[in-house]
């Protein structure tokens, strides 16, 4: 049976942190789903879900076992539709930890066969988050380094 991993996330945008983690993903599963979804907290996005799609797919390209797909359900729901067992997520710190732990346990809850793996981040790219890289965007700075893919035009 194939070994399916989803790894779900917000990605507005998706960064080299998270790139990272679907790099490493990919050599412990056949296949990872890249599940660009919608985060109740973070409704308003800052970048428009198809461009990201096509930003996330672009950095994979040479990649054929990592597939993105957009969703609005729940990833417990999404993982069993898509016949994944496994969901990845990434881990800076432990603020990262209490909310990935509270999560990981509504998830088992909701379906007890979908396996939640955790990776820790590589120190380089710790620092990285989505919320930062708008807010340098929005204000004109240059985030070139921190994603895998061009912002030409945007
Ligand atoms: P969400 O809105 O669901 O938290 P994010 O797009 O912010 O989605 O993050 C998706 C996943 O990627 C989470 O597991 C998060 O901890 C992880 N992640 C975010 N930034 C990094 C990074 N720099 N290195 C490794 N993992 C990261």
Redesign the pocket.
Known sequence: MKRIAIF?????PF?K??E??VLRGSKLFDEIIVAIGY?SA?SQRYFKIEFMIDRIKETFAAHPNVKVQPFAELTAEFARANGARYLL????NTT?FEY?NSIAQVNRHLNAELESVFLI?APS??F???SVIRDVHRYGGDVRNFLPYSLEGV
């Open positions: 779900p996330g917000s990605f507005d960064t942190g998270h990272d983690i985060n973070k997520r990434g881990l800076r990262d990935e981040t790219l710790a990285i988050s989505s």
